[in-house]
T-cell receptor
Framework: EAGVAQSPRYKIIEKRQSVAFWCNPI?????LYWYQQILGQGPKLLIQ????????DSQLPKDRFSAERLKGVDSTLKIQPAKLEDSAVYLC?????????????FGEGSRLTVL | DAKTTQPTSMDCAEGRAANLPCNHS???????VYWYRQIHSQGPQYIIH???NNETNEMASLIITEDRKSSTLILPHATLRDTAVYYC??????????FGTGTRLQVFP
């Protein structure tokens, strides 16, 4: 079974530029998550989708971050304009069902460096 | 969600059992205990979870104390590939996991 695919793996940009990350979840997984992981910290949830609807985006800095999940499959996370503090690994995860499993499948992440 | 406390780091000799503790003294009756691990440059990986009873799978065993205020993740025969950061998460909301800083386990030859 193919895992969660993310791209690009690495991205270096200047501050105030924009960047987009793509995620393809495991086939059939209805729930998709984007996490931000700053060096030395645990992953922090940014946004959660159920199919193509947003379940929780309370931690998403909406002035600069946006995310969409068209057709309930692939998802894109965009940052515009980027700040230095956005340097982090952006992890995408998916899960099959929402109830009582808590088993999330993570991709390898996209590492962003903002100069 | 209840707060968890884990040691910052631990060492374990290869082939020995690794016992990773987690304190969650404010856990409530409907909260689960989850363990994930994150190997360097990879995303977190689910290991095991439990509510009240001890649990075992092919990766590890989870021992939860009777009062549920603490738990221990046991890797019975640690290998070098088990070197990772291990996260203990307590939550009733199983579709929304909040990660702390975890325990960095170093397995040495």
């Amino acid at each position: 079974e193919a895992g969660v695919a993310q791209s690009p793996r690495y991205k270096i940009i200047e501050k105030r530029q924009s960047v987009a990350f793509w995620c393809n979840p495991i086939s059939g997984h209805a729930t998709l998550y984007w996490y931000q992981q700053i060096l030395g910290q645990g992953p922090k949830l940014l946004i959660q989708f159920q199919n193509n609807g947003v379940v929780d985006d309370s931690q998403l800095p909406k002035d600069r971050f946006s995310a969409e999940r068209l057709k309930g499959v692939d998802s894109t996370l965009k940052i515009q304009p980027a700040k230095l503090e956005d340097s982090a690994v952006y992890l995408c995860a998916s899960s099959l069902v929402v109830t009582n499993t808590g088993e999330l499948f993570f991709g390898e992440g996209s590492r962003l460096t903002v100069l | 969600d209840a707060k968890t406390t884990q040691p910052t780091s631990m060492d374990c000799a290869e082939g020995r059992a690794a016992n990773l503790p987690c304190n969650h003294s404010t856990i409530s009756g409907n909260e689960y205990v989850y363990w994930y691990r994150q190997i360097h440059s990879q995303g977190p990986q689910y290991i095991i979870h439990g509510l009240k009873n001890n649990e075992t799978n092919e990766m590890a065993s989870l021992i939860i104390t009777e009062d549920r205020k603490s738990s221990t993740l046991i890797l019975p025969h640690a290998t070098l590939r088990d070197t990772a950061v291990y996260y203990c998460i307590v939550t009733y909301n199983t579709d929304k996991l909040i990660f702390g800083t975890g325990t960095r386990l170093q397995v040495f030859p």
